[in-house]
């Protein structure tokens, strides 16, 4: 019998799936290799959170590997910051143990997909990329569903994930009888309501600390005193648990609301595990359906449908965007927007009390709920007409749980409507009522929300005029943005004058607003 080859076997860090194939037997031919790489603390200014995180969930899963038998190389920045790029450090630890064979599973970016595939040609060793099998659809399953290269809905695809899992399913039919709850989904918060007390972790980051400042790594917030965001196995399940128990029975009535009197409202917030896969999407699920099949009295239905939608339907459909679109995907700029993004992105210094809030919040914890994201950074981002490369960055630092194929159609599609459509069928664009419909923002705001041309107009007003004026040629014979432009046509041409003046001052210098 042959004898096995000696392997190197790379897992970056969005790779911490301890049920992956790899795991399910001791080799001792095999040498994993987990590595704090230079390339991926700096490829944009990460928030400082964001860094600490996928450190000590590298960390901990290299050690729970080794705990299980395998042979695990750990490398931290103090090792990795010697070599030049992954190549070179990829071959000096396959000389330095011998190993003649380099296998990884295939990145879900797309830069490293590249980066990967080169890196093994020019190893000159026999070399394999494998799947994470983290995801509810193979590769070659999502991929089919955009094969003809045409557009396809998310509503299309989660129908069919649905139909495939038998998820929320009875006799062929869906629970309930609608495929769609999210009309149910839409409350603001009540005025007397009281936060509930989100759990948070106490995980040390003093030793990541000191290596990212010890290798110059430049961040981007705030660093707590200690981490709050889970980085094993256990706390990921504690954070479910705990969401299903106290969280989930108002998720969905209130998943669209906005407030500053508290940051993490009803929200699971467990992107950040399951996109380093250290949480499988088919256990989250599991134990959200558990909990509903138990007391359906308890949970209500919109709020279950709504959740899973997220995971089974969303975050799948998104990937297969990625996908199947890119690198094109990636230049996409259909609106042809240009400008720069303002500085209070970063700083928070607008006098604009929801992006201030926002801001404030992302800095605070890398974390902003799918609205916040959507309705008040990105869609003040596309009323600006700021570049979609310059919108794509800002997501991918400030954000804990970003990583390119998931922000990227989140970003450059369904908020920028860069892609022309591809994702969204019209831009999510709205002015500053839909932000006072769903929030407190605007209580207390320097801006008056009922004026749209004045000097202390709400600035989201005036912008929202001037883009479907700007873009009526390319927006006008939208079917869903028709209420929109007959809206438009009734402004009287001397107070849209006015509005088009407004919005032409914010656009030239927001950071004044």
Known sequence: MQAPIPTLRLILGDQLNAKHSWFASIEAHVLYLIAELPQEATYVTHHVQKVQAFFLAMAHFGQGLSDRGHRVCHLTLDETGQFDDLESLVKHVMKEHGLEKFEYQRPDEYRLRVQLRAMSEALGCPSDGVETEHFLLSEAEVLAFFADGKSRRMEQF????????????????????????????????????????????????????????RHGIQTWGTAQAHLVWPVTVAQAEALVQDFVARLLPLFGRYQDAMTDRDWALYHARISFALNCKFMTPQW???????????????????????????????????????????????????????????????????????VAQVVKQTKAYAYAHHIQRLMVTGNLALLLGVAPDAVDE???????????????????????????????????????KYIQRMSDYCQGCTYNIDERSSEDACPFNSLYWAFLHRHQSTLGNNQRMAMMYSNLKRIPAAELTDILNRADAVRRDPDAF
């Open 284 to 354: 989250l699920i599991g134990e959200v359906l558990k909990a509903y099949e138990r007391d359906p009295s308890t949970y209500e239905l919109a709020s279950v449908e709504g959740f899973i939608r997220q995971v089974m339907g969303w975050r799948e459909y998104v990937r297969g965007i990625y996908l199947s679109q890119m690198p094109e995907y990636g230049q996409a700029n259909a609106l042809a927007n240009d400008r720069p993004l303002p500085a209070f992105y970063w700083t928070g210094k607008t006098q604009m009390r929801c």
């Open 158 to 213: 989660y129908r069919s994930m649905r139909k495939k899992t038998g998820i929320l399913m009875a006799g062929g039919h869906p629970v309930g009888e609608r495929w769609n709850f999210d009309q149910e989904n839409r409350k603001k918060l009540p005025k007397a309501w009281s936060p509930p007390e989100p759990l948070l972790f106490e995980n040390d980051t003093t030793k990541v600390d000191e290596r990212l400042v």
């Open 394 to 432: 800002w997501y991918l630092s400030v954000f804990i749980d970003a990583i390119e194929w998931v922000e990227m159609p989140n970003t450059r599609g369904m908020s920028q409507y860069a892609d022309g459509g591809f994702l969204a069928s019209k831009p999510y664009v709205s002015s500053g």
